[in-house]
């Protein structure tokens, strides 16, 4: 299918460990979101890039945190010294909008357990 | 703060019409009611949105009050699939933000 793709689909990493998240967002979509989804909750938003062009980042929890998507296609989120409290699902979303009121198709997460 | 309240569960029967509720008292002229779901290991799967009138598509009917303070997503015809924990979303028409609360588990049994 031509759906929203995320890998891997599970990472296990030591405490202390750098970690990176892949998404492929549905072609042509403009916007990509990362959403962070504790065990039991709902997802919280991360960030938001519009193209290439990291237009928000406030959800990002610690200076740990980066994302990218320098073509404006692929992002990753990268998380560095990883801590067990990053332990949780990371949803990438993406729109065809220009951000506001588009449909944010999501893919099938990754499941992040630091040990 | 919580702009939207749901029950934490449900149960439905299968085949059965399922009415789940949402409180958004609180709620702008300019926001929207929106509805995803999340079925388990998945990631959430838009439903359907609306603003003040009813909408209706293949997935599900949205009814939201004259005075907006609550809506009802309605599944008309409920199958085992259709177990899954469902978010009602209030979201301003400029917003990209969606703002996901603990959502109601709704459980269909054969």
């Known amino acids: 299918g031509a759906g929203v793709s995320q890998s891997p689909r599970y990472k296990v990493a030591k405490r202390g460990q750098d970690v990176a998240l892949r998404c492929d967002p549905i072609?042509?979509?403009?916007?990509l979101f990362w959403y962070q989804q504790a065990l039991g909750q709902g997802p919280e938003f991360l960030t938001y890039?519009?193209?290439?062009?990291?237009?928000?980042k406030s959800g990002l929890p610690s200076d740990r945190f980066f994302a990218e998507r320098p073509e404006g296609s692929v992002s990753t989120l990268k998380i560095q010294r990883t801590q067990q409290e990053d332990s949780a699902v990371y949803l990438c979303?993406?729109?065809?909008?220009?951000?506001?009121?588009?449909?944010?198709?999501f893919g099938p997460g990754t499941r992040l357990l630091v040990l | 703060d919580a702009k939207t309240t749901q029950p934490p569960s449900m149960d439905c029967a299968e085949g059965r019409a399922a009415n789940l509720p949402c409180n958004h008292s609180?709620?702008?002229?300019?926001?929207?009611v929106y509805w995803y779901r999340q079925i388990h290991s998945q990631g959430p799967q838009y439903i359907i949105h609306?603003?003040?009138n009813n909408e209706t598509n293949e997935m599900a009917s949205l009814i939201i009050t004259e005075d907006r303070k609550s809506s009802t997503l309605i599944l008309p015809h409920a199958t085992l699939r259709d177990t899954a924990v469902y978010y009602c979303?209030?979201?301003?028409?400029?917003?990209?933000?969606?703002?996901f609360g603990a959502g109601t588990t709704v459980t269909v049994r054969a």
């Open positions: 609180t709620i702008s002229g300019n926001e929207y």
């Open positions: 072609s042509g979509h403009v916007s």
């Open positions: 609306g603003l003040k």
């Open positions: 979303i209030v979201r301003v028409g400029g917003d990209y933000k969606l703002s």
């Open positions: 890039f519009q193209n290439e062009a990291q237009l928000d």
């Open positions: 979303a993406s729109s065809l909008a220009y951000g506001t009121a588009g449909t944010q198709y």
